[in-house]
Nanobody, 123 residues
Framework: VQLVESGGGSVKAGGSLRLSCAAS????????MAWFRQAPGKEREAVAGVRSSGSTGYTDSVKGRFTISYDNVKRILSLEMNNLKPDDTAMYYC??????????????????WGQGTQVTVSS
């Protein structure tokens, strides 16, 4: 499985960004995909996840602002981020694994990871 993120950048507070993650080799019939983020000096934390069944889950800090989706034809995982805040500044990582995993996602449940894309939100 290979995961490649794109779409990061720099925006002002209140702005929006859309992250994408191209997934190749993900051939499991049931799987879960997720976004995590890591700010400098902090632990990697969950942002949102989506199961192959269609159910989604979000960490409290992004509920109502972020939307996760997966196009299983194009094999693209997306994260639409609105009303961005400086606290959202981090490297964002795409992750995947087989099975229908708990949501919001738990870091140790994921085996496959992308290299990350940087999101910077200025005040």
């Amino acid at each position: 499985v290979q995961l490649v993120e794109s779409g990061g950048g720099s925006v002002k507070a209140g702005g929006s960004l859309r992250l994408s993650c191209a997934a190749s080799g993900l051939t499991y019939s049931t799987y879960t995909m997720a976004w995590f983020r890591q700010a400098p000096g902090k632990e990697r934390e969950a942002v949102a996840g989506v199961r192959s069944s269609g159910s989604t889950g979000y960490t409290d800090s992004v509920k109502g602002r972020f939307t996760i989706s997966y196009d299983n034809v194009k094999r693209i995982l997306s994260l639409e981020m609105n009303n961005l805040k400086p606290d959202d500044t981090a490297m964002y990582y795409c992750a995947a694994n087989r099975w229908l995993l708990p949501l919001p996602p738990l870091r140790n449940d994921y085996y496959y990871w992308g290299q990350g894309t940087q999101v910077t939100v200025s005040s």
